[in-house]
T-cell receptor
Framework: EAQVTQNPRYLITVTGKKLTVTCSQNMNHEYMSWYRQDPGLGLRQIYYSMNVEVTDKGDVPEGYKVSRKEKRNFPLILESPSPNQTSLYFC????????????FGSGTRLTVV | EDQVTQSPEALRLQEGESSSLNCSYTVSGLRGLFWYRQDPGKGPEFLFTLYSAGEEKEKERLKATLTKKESFLHITAPKPEDSATYLCAVQGNQGGKLIFGQGTELSVKP
């Protein structure tokens, strides 16, 4: 089944403890991206990658890191999480151009206390 | 600055009562306008991509249209299972950047 898989689905952590949210797709898509979704603010893009070793900032990159060493994986790293990073996170992938739409993962609900 | 505004924020319909959702946008060089459906606690589900003014696409009870400044998602004779949040997004000439509107929460009562 074609899909984007995120792990974990739920995570509660403490301020300052480094964490990684994994994202993997099995559709051979070039493009991958991370979003956060907050009430009243909608979906906001954090980082995106047009292909292996090519990453760029979205609208809200502060406090996040990404890497794209393989085509299928695009992990999101929070080096020192803070409570304002509590949010619902989504990973998405598509063929470049998005003609067939972006496929989203099921989401990771992160709580930083 | 690229921007997407959706209206209304929420819409309540009776089953069978047709209506339209609006997505107004400003973008440098539109490369694509996307409509998604999102159910609570789930990831957005792709519905349509529109590329140029005058383009229309249909899927079951949904029809999306595009002008140079806005897009409409028309819902004909909706059913309760059409209840969801509908999201509009645009991609401009910056390539990978995708800008979302805040969505319209649709509720269809039997």
């Amino acid at each position: 089944e074609a899909q984007v898989t995120q792990n974990p689905r739920y995570l509660i952590t403490v301020t300052g403890k480094k964490l990684t949210v994994t994202c993997s797709q099995n559709m051979n898509h070039e493009y991958m991206s991370w979003y956060r979704q907050d009430p009243g603010l909608g979906l906001r893009q954090i980082y995106y990658s047009m292909n292996v070793e090519v990453t760029d900032k979205g609208d809200v990159p502060e406090g996040y890191k990404v890497s794209r060493k393989e085509k299928r994986n695009f992990p999101l790293i929070l080096e020192s999480p803070s409570p304002n990073q509590t949010s619902l996170y989504f990973c998405a992938s598509s063929l470049v151009g998005g003609s067939y739409g972006y496929t989203f993962g099921s989401g990771t609900r992160l709580t930083v206390v | 600055e690229d921007q997407v505004t959706q209206s209304p924020e929420a819409l309540r319909l009776q089953e069978g009562e047709s209506s339209s959702l609006n997505c107004s946008y400003t973008v440098s060089g539109l490369r694509g306008l996307f409509w998604y459906r999102q159910d609570p606690g789930k990831g957005p589900e792709f519905l349509f991509t529109l590329y140029s003014a005058g383009e229309e696409k249909e899927k079951e009870r949904l029809k999306a249209t595009l002008t140079k400044k806005e897009s409409f998602l028309h819902i004909t004779a909706p059913k309760p299972e059409d209840s969801a949040t509908y999201l509009c997004a645009v991609q401009g000439n910056q390539g990978g950047k995708l800008i979302f509107g805040q969505g319209t929460e649709l509720s269809v009562k039997p």
